[in-house]
T-cell receptor
Framework: KNQVEQSPQSLIILEGKNCTLQ??????????LRWYKQDTGRGPVSLTI?????NTKSNGRYTATLDADTKQSSLHITASQLSDSASYIC????????????FGKGTRLSVIA | GAVVSQHPSRVICKSGTSVKIECRSL??????MFWYRQFPKQSLMLMAT?????????EQGVEKDKFLINHASLTLSTLTVTSAHPEDSSFYIC??????????????FGSGTRLTVV
């Protein structure tokens, strides 16, 4: 069964600190993995997209890694800001076609002053 | 980049009435759009896949007669919640993919619609 598991479920960190969110998946055959940021009451916004051959990708203070062998990904946030408070969702696609995406349940990050 | 506009952002309706939600791809054509539903603190759940010019494909457990989907053009899909009930209150999100964009694996999401049925 195609599944995406994220950890931790929630996280509270102080402003300015770094954090790392984890994503494990069992989706096969693997096409690509995406990290989205979803603010409360808003639609998800893409942070990074990685294919099988990509190990790391950065977008500003966000850096995603992918280990296709172990089927694990991480999202590292550097020098967190209050505006980083949101849910971070890991999404895996099984193929390049229009097949349904497999969503993780997300990690709810709270950055406090 | 690809932009998906969803309207309205919030709607409150009475039980028994119908509500239409629009999803537009603003700068690309989308032969396929997706409709999701999200409950508080839960992940997005795919409701249906909307195909331009043909019938939508509904996920198991989603009533096609209750959630009417129309994808009449390459830039517009609509979701109509018919005879809404309080249990239909949720956050509805659409997404689309710009297949014409080179090496674009990204799905772009709309900003969502908060439906409250009273």
């Amino acid at each position: 069964k195609n599944q995406v598991e994220q950890s931790p479920q929630s996280l509270i960190i102080l402003e300015g600190k770094n954090c790392t969110l984890q994503c494990n998946y069992t989706v096969s055959p693997f096409s690509n993995l995406r990290w989205y940021k979803q603010d409360t009451g808003r639609g998800p916004v893409s942070l990074t997209i990685m294919t099988f051959s990509e190990n790391t990708k950065s977008n500003g203070r966000y850096t995603a890694t992918l280990d296709a062998d172990t089927k694990q990904s991480s999202l590292h946030i550097t020098a967190s800001q209050l505006s980083d408070s949101a849910s971070y969702i890991c999404v895996v696609s099984a193929s390049r076609g229009n097949t349904p995406l497999v969503f993780g349940k997300g990690t709810r990050l709270s950055v406090i002053a | 980049g690809a932009v998906v506009s969803q309207h309205p952002s919030r709607v409150i309706c009475k039980s028994g009435t119908s509500v239409k939600i629009e999803c537009r791809s603003l700068d690309f054509q989308a032969t396929t759009m997706f409709w999701y539903r999200q409950f508080p603190k839960q992940s997005l759940m795919l409701m249906a896949t909307s195909n331009e010019g043909s019938k939508a494909t509904y996920e198991q457990g989603v009533e096609k007669d209750k959630f009417l989907i129309n994808h009449a053009s390459l830039t517009l899909s609509t979701l109509t919640v018919t005879s809404a009930h309080p249990e239909d209150s949720s956050f509805y999100i659409c997404s689309a993919r710009d297949l014409a964009s080179e090496k674009n694996y990204g799905y772009t999401f709309g900003s969502g619609t908060r439906l409250t049925v009273v």
